[in-house]
């Protein structure tokens, strides 16, 4: 019963910028990590960011200096603002996150991705 539903996603010339968003809803007891992977075709999905609900966030060297991935707990939604986009940050971007259904259970869910395209 719980959803992870992305938005944001789309096709933008290189240089420019796109800001994702992903919320989560249903039974939600509790958020730990929010991250966001994406996979291009033909690759492994691979971790782009993540940030703890305490705030502290990680970051792919391939990204560094151009996205930031931040949070609004009380939304239980995760962004991840991308500047400075190249064409070899095309893919599939997935957002994940582990989620407390109760104060004994959680597990990892994922959205459904959304598609980024940076091309000219």
């Known amino acids: 019963q719980v959803q992870l539903v992305e938005s944001g996603g789309g096709l933008v010339q290189p240089g420019g910028s796109l800001r994702l968003s992903c919320a989560a809803s249903?039974?939600?007891?509790?958020?730990?990590?929010m991250g966001w992977y994406r996979q291009a075709p033909g690759k492994e999905r691979e971790l782009v960011a993540a940030?703890?609900?305490?705030?502290?966030?990680n970051y792919a060297d391939s990204v560094k200096g151009r996205f930031t991935i931040s949070r609004d707990n009380a939304k239980n939604t995760v962004y991840l603002q991308m500047n400075s986009l190249k064409p070899e940050d095309t893919a599939v971007y997935y957002c994940?996150?582990?989620?407390?259904?109760?104060?004994?259970?959680?597990?990892?869910?994922w959205g459904q991705g959304t598609q980024v395209t940076v091309s000219s």
């Open positions: 249903g039974r939600i007891f509790g958020i730990n990590v």
């Open positions: 940030i703890t609900n305490g705030g502290s966030t």
């Open positions: 994940k996150a582990k989620i407390w259904t109760s104060i004994l259970s959680s597990a990892d869910y």
